[in-house]
């Protein structure tokens, strides 16, 4: 994750789903549904995708014709979820991962003017095309969104939590 809402930036208003609904979680806040979480996302794990820029990178030099001039798409369509869904995903494996019971009402809902501000624009569904990929890499996604989301969730739920030790550890100055 590029951005985690609240630390390199504002929590509100932000459209990077997945910093917005972690930052929640950390702070046992509800996670805003936006328009009543019906967009569609993909999400596709870093490690998966420096695994295929390397490849596309190394194609390009050993071999051009599979991977000079062409577009690659790079995502996972198999991790397809509304964000309702993905909502309800994170809920359950932050709690799993923290040991922390889930919030009474996990999520809200708010209007795409709310959250975004007049003039926001977005599609409702975005998924890759992963066949040039496939055809001329012979590469294929590894990572489930469930084990995406627990190792996301996991460090993220660590670092938290050493930073609130070291936070109540330090002396306060007088």
């Not at 979480?37 to 051009?64: C, H, W």
């Amino acid at each position: 994750m590029d951005f985690m809402a609240g630390f390199d930036g504002p929590s509100e208003g932000v459209p990077r789903v997945l910093a917005c609904f972690s930052n929640k979680l950390l702070c046992h806040e509800p996670l805003k549904l936006v328009d009543g979480g019906e967009s569609q996302r993909t999400f596709v794990y870093i490690k998966d995708a420096i695994e295929v820029v390397s490849l596309m990178i190394i194609f390009s030099q050993d071999n051009p014709g599979k991977a000079n001039g062409h577009i690659f798409n790079v995502g996972n369509p198999n991790n397809e979820v509304t964000i309702r869904q993905l909502a309800k995903m994170m809920t359950k494996v932050y709690a799993k991962v923290s040991g922390e019971p889930p919030l009474e009402a996990p999520t809200v809902d708010e209007s795409s003017k709310e959250f975004y501000g007049e003039g926001y624009d977005d599609g409702d569904k975005r998924i890759p095309y992963m066949t040039i990929i496939n055809k001329q890499l012979g590469w294929n996604l590894k990572t489930s969104l469930w084990d995406l989301l627990k190792s996301t969730l996991t460090y993220q739920h660590k670092t938290c939590v050493e930073a609130i030790k070291q936070a109540i550890a330090k002396p306060i100055a007088s």
